[in-house]
């Protein structure tokens, strides 16, 4: 007999998310994800001045602030028509590329591990699901043990991050027209003294015990594939430009690779507790009008789709397009993308942070405008970000922003179909119904 | 010796004198702390548990920016502050707890553990449509909300801290429309509370307060709630800058050197210690990276400080009391 499992909250994640799982015959056949928490953001940027929003939109997410700063950024340098300097542009990959780092060693120890590991005995740690913790009682000692290290190496990345940025969470320099900060030779060096000791993490701690994982956990590459669509709206732009970046902008849809077009995004409500009228919309025209008590919905989250299929992004997304990783779509390819690309990204910041001109200029005028529109995308190191914005004399009229956790964590869509986390989970093999353990693995997978 | 009192084992053990399981590396300075400290301490500190005093962190409308600014905690390192100073019952980002365990921890300490533990508020409470715009966990009754959550624990607790502007002030969730009704923790349980704001506030803030807490009582708070410790004085009184405006020399664009005043510093209202703290292990802060201080501290945040990059009106720059002849209030010093 079918059993429904209610997991709420989902903990170890950045926000409020509830999962709901049909249970039959030891198998997960329906799931339901649910954001349970709406802020308004959208609302909020309505009538201001357009520059704050490089400030406000931050506080979407304190993990990754520097992401959605970075989007609005972008969405008004595209208004002001202004173009960063060469210096503005290789600080922002290295403030973007940090936090990658940061957030993809908080997202493996301190918010996914404990799904396979077992923590000290104590409180957070304990209580905890019962249920197949694999490794060795050395191996288990060893990745806890990195999981104090690790909150160590993280706290150094945003130390990184605050050398330019002027402090982490919530940093302050990225505005339109460049970054603040001036890239001096106390600076650099600080920073690559710093990133040696992350590097060394990295390749010598993070990498090995995610290839530990894999090797016990091996199933969990059969588990929890999703929808098999890819999307990247691509990230590090190499030259000023912006045509050429580090991973390409792109999707893959059930295995075929294209483009990836803007036009063909749409957000879709009918699930999801928002006017029905507003549903669908491609965000540069979208709207946000938040409807309570209606039958069906069950989520604060939009689902956006691409040609009208729902995507998956983040980590893996982006290596796969890019063709630095092809093994498969799994809860354990998730978390192996995540720590490969996490190395690729510390190796291109060695380069990156040679490249600053500590005498060239960090920030170009702006002349503000008071009408247009512009569109900021980029990618937070859990996926897609894009943000919209359009102006009317001189204030923001509409705000648009679609986060990552839109995209994966998305309800059904207009057509019912399930969103990517969603699927994930179905066929998700439930040993025992009171301790959901492969569930919170498939969903920490996407870092949520 | 009544019971719940603690005895001076259970306060070493507080310290730290406790060897965990694993090696978390480098001592905990406390651990040194002269034992006739002990005496003073013991009143405030009764009734907390045994060993390390409990601390249930629940997380409202926010972006859990607050709960990573503590991670990037220097001295004490928060290894040390998660496993032997604090007994972090309960916290969503951190805890490996999930569902109605999670939720059962939450209401154990509600029911059964009133006044013995701290309560730590991260975000704004959404009180719109009966809470219906912020969701947290179930039972046998139905759905429950974060203002459910924040009412009942607020209720028990021996003590409040609002920690980030959000809980402290309702901050950005409680900007102009407010669709979601986002009030500021105290206002939602009608009492005071201490109030660490920041967006997000430094970890010094937060452990100093906590710490102040549980070693020599309740800090002398001003009027908003804050710690006189950390919020004082203006960024402008003690300004690296301040030179500058002295001699009107101010910056015109974003990245110039210069006073950032017409750039729209909030400094010359935002009472915080940044200008001598510094942030991130003390790398950099806001006014440091050339970028105007956003008063991110204030119960004004943002929409009183908006536009962010506008200039304060002249009477806020230029007050009647000069930023350096401004006089703490006496418990403040």
Known sequence: ?448 | MAKGEMTRRDFLRFFGTTALGISLGGGLAAETLALEKVEKVLPVLKGLGDGRPSVIWFQGAGCTGCSISLLNAVHPHIAEVLTRIINLEAHQTLMTASGARAVDIYREAMEKKAGQFILIVEGAVPTAEKGLYGRFGEDEKGEKTILHWVSELGRTARAVVSVGTCAAFGGIPAAEPNPIGAKSVAAVLGKPVINVPGCPPHPDWIIGTLAHLLLFGPPALDDWGRPHLFFGKTIHANCPRYFDFEKQCYARHLGDDGCLVFLGCKGPIAQADCAQRHWNNGVNWCIGSKAPCLGCVQPEFPDRLSPLYAALPEEKIRPAVHPLDQKLPKEGR
Request: proline content about 7%; aromatic content about 8%.
């Open chain 1, 1 to 448: 007999m079918a059993a429904t499992i209610i997991i709420d909250p989902v903990t170890r994640v950045e926000g409020h998310l509830k999962v709901e799982i049909e249970v039959d015959q030891g198998k997960v056949v329906e799931a339901k994800c649910t954001g349970s928490l709406f802020r308004g953001f959208e609302l909020i940027m309505r009538g201001r001045e357009p520059k704050d929003a490089q400030q406000l939109t931050q506080r979407i997410c304190g993990i990754c602030p520097q992401s959605h700063g970075l989007a609005a950024s972008l969405a008004l340098e595209e208004v002001f028509g202004v173009e960063p300097p060469e210096n503005a542009r290789i600080m922002r990959n290295l403030m973007q590329g940090i936090n990658y780092v940061m957030s993809h060693l908080l997202h493996f120890y301190h918010l996914t591990a404990l799904d396979y590991v077992k923590g000290p005995d104590m409180a957070p740690f304990i209580p905890a699901y019962q249920g197949d913790y694999r490794l060795s009682k050395e191996d288990n000692e060893a990745v806890a043990h990195h999981y104090f290290q690790a909150l160590d190496i993280r706290k150094k990345c945003h130390e990184m991050l605050a050398l330019f940025g002027g402090k982490m969470p919530h940093s302050v320099t990225s505005v339109p027209g460049g970054v603040t900060e001036r890239p001096t030779p106390d600076k650099i060096v600080s920073w690559v003294w710093r990133l040696k000791e992350v590097k060394q993490f990295v390749d010598g701690v993070y990498v090995p015990d995610v290839l530990l994982l894999g090797k016990a956990y091996a199933d969990y590459f059969r588990i929890g594939a999703g929808c098999l669509n890819l999307l990247s709206f691509g990230v590090f732009p190499l030259e000023k430009t912006h045509q050429q970046k580090f991973f390409k902008r792109g999707t893959s849809l059930k295995g075929r690779e294209g483009e990836m077009e803007v036009a063909r995004i749409s957000e879709e409500v009918t699930y999801s507790w928002y006017q029905d009228e507003t549903s669908p919309k491609n965000p540069k025209e979208g709207a946000t009008s938040p409807q309570l008590h209606k039958e069906k919905a069950y989520s604060f989250v939009k689902a956006p789709r691409y040609a009208g299929l729902p995507c998956e992004v983040g980590p893996l997304a982006r290596m796969w397009i890019n063709g630095d990783y092809r093994r498969g779509i799994s809860v354990m390819d998730r978390i192996t993308a995540r720590a490969l690309e996490c190395q690729k990204v510390v190796q291109a910041l060695e380069d990156w942070i040679l490249q600053l001109k500590p005498n060239e200029k960090t920030c170009n005028r702006v002349n503000p405008v008071r009408q247009g529109e512009g569109a900021g995308l980029t990618e937070a190191p859990r996926g897609a970000v894009g943000h919209w914005i359009r102006l009317r004399e001189g204030k923001t009229e509409n705000y648009q922003i679609v986060p990552p956790t839109n995209w994966n964590c998305s309800p059904r869509d207009d057509g019912q179909v399930r969103g990517p986390m969603e699927e994930a989970l179905i066929g998700t093999p439930i040993e025992d119904r009171k301790n959901p353990i492969e569930a919170a693995r498939v969903i920490h997978s996407f870092d949520p």
